[in-house]
């Protein structure tokens, strides 16, 4: 008996321990989501350059699997779990209990790894999975909605953050509108488009407007480091952002300058103003900056394409602006945000160390790979390298990352 009663409390115990906070749950989710999205993706990029024939195809369009996957399961999870943790504290609110961060782990979790399956030529898996996600959502959503309604100290940050996931919210159900009742096809390219330009990129700039300058001045003060958290850029980035979204949905792609150069030189003045010449030190803090740095870039890329295509031209970028976004920022961004954040509530130094700067590092190849598939050449051969090597990058991170959840604080605090 007395091993069934070990192997209980064991489990028990972890439990517990997944219980003690929330981003102990959601980023472990999330680790496995790094990896479960990018595994379909490369192996389905290998079928096409390869010619598997009897490779299960998708029910839906790949690009748009692809897409809807990463967005709206892969990054959120993060997220939710970053969310969860400061939102509270952001504006003096209540903490999230685990009675709301669990289901949301489970629900978006649970059904982000049953889409995936789905894709693997079993319409009924996917529709399941989408919906299961979009409950996890609306138990998330309103969890935060529920801190804001109830802090002290609402402020801008929590109601873009907010603001933000409503976007995914109803990305996600426009596009299970289109899965399961017929919706218009518009509908699901709506959610495609919303979930990066709705919904990721604003949470993401938020963040950062509202954490680099603090972390870089707490750090560098210093060294003469100067705070600037202006406000007028966060409602400037949303209007633009929302004009982006709409000519691109409705197909006015040589309009698309109007709002891109814009966001470019936004970006831009934020990448300068935050000072990363001050901030190289340590790597820990060097990171965000890196990996801001590729905001501007990515509307540049964008812009550049945007001019050419008024002036008469081709799409002469296809989708390197979008990745240089999705993989150059968001993911760079994502493993330096959440290993400052892993650490910091672990009770673990404030370091890189060897593994994250490991994957940091050839996630900038990656990122670059990724671009260079788009200007010619072998591009499906390009393709295939460029998932393997985001696979190859954050293996040996996610194996890290999940031990640290899966085990109590270094320091031997509670959470």
């Not at 929590?158 to 596009?175: E, H, K, Q, R, V």
Request: net charge positive.
């Amino acid at each position: 008996m007395s091993e069934p009663l070990s192997t209980a409390s064991a489990n028990a115990a972890l439990s517990r321990l997944l219980a003690a906070a929330p981003h102990r749950p959601l980023f472990l989710a999330g680790t496995v989501a790094v990896l479960l999205s990018m595994t379909w993706w490369t192996l389905e990029l290998a079928s096409l350059r390869f010619g598997w024939g009897h490779w299960p195809q998708p029910p839906i369009p790949p690009i748009w699997g692809h897409a809807m996957l990463i967005q709206y399961g892969l990054f959120p999870l993060f997220m939710f779990g970053f969310l969860m943790t400061t939102f509270p504290r952001w504006m003096n609110g209540p903490t999230v209990p685990p009675a709301r961060y669990l289901p949301v782990a489970g629900g978006v979790l649970g059904g982000y790894v049953l889409a995936n399956i789905g894709l693997l030529g079993l319409p009924w898996l996917l529709k399941l999975g989408m919906g299961l996600m979009l409950v996890g959502y609306v138990i998330g959503v309103t969890t935060l909605g529920g801190v804001l309604r109830a802090a002290t100290e609402r402020n801008k940050h929590g109601w873009s953050c907010f603001a933000a996931f409503c976007c995914g919210t109803l990305g996600l159900l426009l596009f299970l509108g289109w899965l399961l009742l017929g919706a218009p096809t518009s509908c699901a390219e709506l959610a495609v488009k919303l979930g990066t330009f709705g919904f990721l990129l604003p949470v993401y700039f938020t963040v950062c407007h509202r954490m680099l300058p603090f972390f870089s001045n707490n750090i560098a003060k210093g060294r003469g480091y100067v705070m600037r958290r202006p406000g007028w850029s966060l409602p400037v980035v949303w209007a633009l952002l929302l004009v982006h979204l709409l000519l691109d949905w409705r197909g006015q792609l040589r309009w698309l300058w109007l709002c891109d150069v814009p966001l470019a030189l936004v970006f831009g003045w934020h990448a300068l103003a935050w000072q990363p010449w001050k901030c190289m030190r340590p790597g820990l803090l060097a990171v965000l900056h890196i990996a801001f740095a590729w905001l501007p870039l990515a509307f540049v890329l964008f812009s550049i394409q945007d001019i050419v295509l008024a002036a008469g031209g081709g799409y002469v970028l296809g989708r390197a602006p979008l990745h240089a976004l999705a993989i150059g920022f968001f993911g760079s961004m994502l493993v330096a945000m959440v290993t400052r954040v892993t650490h910091g509530h672990s009770g673990r130094p404030l370091q890189m160390g060897a593994v994250p700067w490991l994957c940091f590092g050839l996630l900038q190849a990656v990122a670059l790979l990724r671009i260079r598939a788009e200007l010619g050449g072998d591009m499906y051969l390009w393709l295939v390298i460029a998932g393997a090597g985001w696979l190859l990058a954050f293996l040996p991170w996610v194996l890290r990352s999940a031990w640290i959840y899966l085990t109590p604080r270094a320091d031997g605090k509670p959470g």
